[in-house]
């Protein structure tokens, strides 16, 4: 089975910053994109920010310039630097990762649980 597991998640008044961590578990063959993705309250889910396993990185227009992804494979784990925190950046945060567990299988989406980040106004 694998899991992938959120921290760092909290309360931030705005202009902080916070650092979001995803760490995957279980048997894993090779990870390919990781991203994260966010929820609030009545709207649909929406990228934040993706990174490919060639470390290209792709954000959401409205965090352009404000956060940064990373990766660390070896690790498989993914990063979220968020800066200069606004109240509509308040929602649950999600990590993703594409990968396969062993050689040959199809690459499947795996979510983490999410983590709760709360701007307030």
């Known amino acids: 089975q694998v899991q992938l597991v959120e921290s760092g998640g909290g309360l931030v008044q705005p202009g902080g910053s916070l650092r979001l961590s995803c760490a995957a578990s279980?048997?894993?063959?090779?990870?390919?994109?990781m991203g994260w993705y966010r929820q609030a309250p009545g709207k649909q889910r929406e990228l934040v920010a993706t990174?490919?396993?060639?470390?290209?990185?792709n954000y959401g227009d409205s965090v352009k310039g404000r956060f940064t992804i990373s990766r660390d494979t070896a690790k498989k784990a993914v990063y979220l630097q968020m800066n200069n925190l606004k109240p509509e950046d308040t929602a649950v945060y999600y990590c993703?990762?594409?990968?396969?567990?062993?050689?040959?299988?199809?690459?499947?989406?795996?979510w983490g649980q999410g983590t709760q980040v709360t701007v307030p106004t």
């Open positions: 990174v490919t396993r060639e470390s290209s990185t």
């Open positions: 993703k990762m594409a990968l396969t567990r062993n050689w040959g299988q199809a690459t499947s989406d795996y």
């Open positions: 279980g048997l894993i063959y090779r990870i390919y994109d």
